[in-house]
């Protein structure tokens, strides 16, 4: 995260040329997991659409940016099958404390920045507009990674830490990495990915409640918290709400010339799919190819006078809307197929924080298109494969739920 996304293939390569030697000299050993197989898939469906993409120039590119989708899975596989078990067991934690020290880099450097420019205020260089403040949003992070993106990595690690404050409650370092963790999700003001979270660790909470004490009780205890959110949001003025406060319609002019003109941060996603789901609805079983979606959306946006976004270029801000478009029902497939194995094997083996990290990566997905860049392609493919090889690979598979969220064993 810390490197320019350009540099990111270099990094990897470097990382495959050290594996390979190390496989020569026979320091690691090849090895075969199912979410290989599924990673896979989705990038050899990419690769398969190249075929029929007119524009195949761009079809590389787009290959090129999904390769770590399939690189680094494989990767993990090697190096987590060199591990213990006790080895293993330390992996998400560092990870997750790791990911807590990105607070007090970015905001150092924030006070930084605003110390040299003489304003807390982030502005736009050419026009000079306020987008944020560098404590916040795109002021935060964007010099670095995209706010959204670094949202993934830090609500995934959240999720994660709120089962180790659970499982091990006298560890107060990672009661301060969850605190780090949540202060940071605030701070990105990213509001899909708030949501995705406060999803999850909603639904995190009423399992806990209904084994730990009684569904009547889950069941009332869920209701007085969103009863009582609602009226505390619907009375709070909208300076406080922030980026939230333009979400409360779904009306938009799709015709609109600027985002303030006609559009909310989830009406031009609707403005967005209507378009995309034209275009799919043409060629549903293979999609477009991974090199002419691109072109395919552009065209359904001028056709439907969608101004502003023909101008600005957006996907389709979907994950899964934008892997069908490129790769149709096929793609889409072997996409759900890659996260319904996390799922299942979370499930079968009471990893229930595992399948929570991975609806909180599902629910962001439908709100951004992560895959078209490699800050989300990597985090992908190394975030899916380490809580598996980290958490579901770990002895007492058959311990029962409150086992492993009630007191420490």
Not at 21 to 43: A, D, E, F, H, N
Not at 221 to 241: D, F, N
Not at 251 to 262: L, P, Q, R, S, V
């Amino acid at each position: 995260m810390v490197l320019p996304e350009n540099t990111t293939g270099t990094v990897l390569f470097l990382f495959l040329v050290v594996t390979v030697y190390l496989l020569i000299i026979r320091q690691l050993k090849l090895r075969w997991t199912s979410y290989i197989g599924w990673s896979v898939l989705l990038y050899g469906v990419y690769v398969g659409s190249i075929f029929y993409s007119e524009h195949k120039d761009e079809g590389l590119i787009r290959l090129s940016i999904k390769f770590p989708l399939m690189l680094l899975p494989a990767l993990i596989a090697v190096y987590t099958g060199a591990l213990v078990n006790e080895q293993r067991g330390k992996v998400l934690k560092g990870l997750t404390r790791l990911l807590a020290l990105v607070l007090p880099y970015l905001l150092a450097v924030a006070v930084y920045r605003s110390l040299r420019s003489g304003t807390i205020y982030y502005t736009y260089p050419g026009s000079g507009e306020v987008i944020s403040t560098y404590f916040t949003y795109a002021g935060l992070s964007e010099w670095v990674i995209h706010p959204a993106y670094l949202a993934l990595w830090t609500g995934t690690g959240l999720v994660i830490s709120v089962f180790y404050n659970i499982r091990q409650p006298a560890d107060r370092w990672q009661w301060v990495t969850s605190a780090a963790l949540l202060v940071l999700m605030v701070l990105l003001q990213s509001r899909m990915n708030l949501l995705a979270l406060l999803v999850v660790l909603l639904a995190m909470a009423v399992v806990l409640m209904i084994k730990l004490l009684s569904l009547r009780v889950a069941l009332v205890l869920t209701a007085s918290v969103i009863l009582g959110t609602g009226i505390i949001l619907y009375h709070l003025p909208s300076k406080w709400l922030g980026r939230f406060a333009d979400l409360t319609s779904l009306e938009y002019n799709i015709e609109a010339e600027t985002f303030h003109e006609g559009f909310n941060g989830f009406t031009i996603r609707l403005a967005e799919w209507k378009c995309a789901w034209q275009e799919i609805r043409k060629r549903p079983l293979l999609g477009s190819g991974v090199g002419d979606s691109r072109y395919h959306l552009e065209e359904s946006y001028r056709r439907n006078n969608f101004r502003y976004g023909y101008r600005e270029k957006f996907n389709a801000h979907n994950q899964f809307i934008e892997t069908t478009l490129a790769t149709g029902i096929l793609g889409l497939t072997a996409l759900i197929g890659f996260f319904a194995n996390v799922v299942y094997r979370a499930a079968l083996l009471r990893r229930w924080h595992v399948a929570a990290a991975c609806g909180y990566v599902v629910l962001c997905f439908l709100s951004e298109s992560y895959l078209e860049r490699q800050w989300g392609v990597v985090f992908t493919g190394m975030m899916v494969p380490l809580m598996l090889e980290t958490e579901i690979a770990l002895p007492n598979e058959k311990s029962s739920l409150k086992d492993q969220y009630g007191k420490t064993t």
